[in-house]
């Protein structure tokens, strides 16, 4: 069967898909509802049940009736004492007015437990975020620990051309590399790894990422020392892995970073909107200026309120995993490219120093298979070695005038 080409541009680019389809969506630790009350501020919470007294107040004035009011200011009272449950009884609904009130009163009751919840939980939210994050760079810490530790066995292994212990090692580091990836992208997903001081750690983790690829990137690019594909295989699958997962822990800090409450949400969207647009109008000009004076000006108290809470693309721990993942990028190309010709020079001699003299006819069947085995190299890249010679013109190989044939 035909081998595909590697695609170089297809697994260099970024993996969204790692995010549109996050690991472990299905079991979720909190639901949608909880995650929805969990990102609401305090000032989400106030600017809502403002908004809800003076609505129910305008719906009163309008489709409703109370008996003894004398206007809206009647009806924003009632709105009130509705809403805090107080309800002392000195104005009563009538006809529509009533099914406002209900609403009103479930509003401030859910607005009430709201409320208290957030602030009876704020403490113990707090100690349990502290412990969660102590844990986290501690597990991660141990990974970039032994990692560091299985890069420099890898080394030591592809320098003492010992294939065997090469081959280990690199299953090893494969597998503690997915255990790792796993664990730091759950908890980046479920439990905002990124979001809460964990800073430092995951650095650290990411240049532990940039050696383990250097280190493939060596093997891919000296391949003169060795003969084995299941080598080259591996450390071009851990070099691609490496970089992917780069790409989407670079995904989810930026994330973290735009996670904002719906009130500094909205003012943001309103900010950069008042930004881009701009009107000119044709007659009379004084209109157009007015316009673009307002706008200015909005845009600059929403610029002081937001400043400190607004996504910043050059944040400087957003600024180093962009460095480290442009160099793994570029260095992704250097090895697919490398491993494209991972027949060299030392295989072809090898082989061709294996291959019977005469015509093709006269090689006999399996002649792949019988170097393969005196090589302990896979049949499919004997072949490709003999296909590569006869391309070449090597092969066939004929006696020597005046030599004797056995």
Known sequence: MKKM??????????????????PDIKYELSSTIGKLIQRATYTDLIIAAVMAIFFGSILIALFGELNNSNGFIDSLYFS???FTTLGYGDLTPVGFARFISVMLTLSGLLFTSLLIGKFASERQQAMLLLVHTSDCQRRIDAFCIELYKLNDELISAFDAQNIPLTQSILKTITSRFEAS????????NQSDLTGFGNDSVLMKFYHVLNLIQESCHTIQTHKQSFTDELIFNRSLALAKRSCSLISIMYKLHVRSLKSYGYTDGLLIKVKNN???????????????SSYNNTRLFIYDKLEKITVTKEYNDNDSLLVGIRKIRTLMQERLREIIESHKTIINPKLLNEVYDLMPEGNKTSWGKGI???IA????ISNRLAQSAIDTLIAQKKLPRYPRRGSKTK
Request: glycine share 0%.
């Open 368 to 370: 792949h298979r019988s």
């Open 373 to 376: 085995s005196k090589l302990t």
């Open 181 to 188: 990836s796993n664990y730091i992208i759950f908890h980046a």
């Open 274 to 288: 008042l930004l881009s647009k701009s009107f000119n109008f044709i007659t009379p000009s004084f209109l157009a």
């Open 5 to 22: 080409p590697l695609q170089t541009e297809l697994l260099i680019s970024d993996d969204d898909e790692s995010l549109a389809n996050p």
């Open 80 to 82: 009130f004492v509705t």
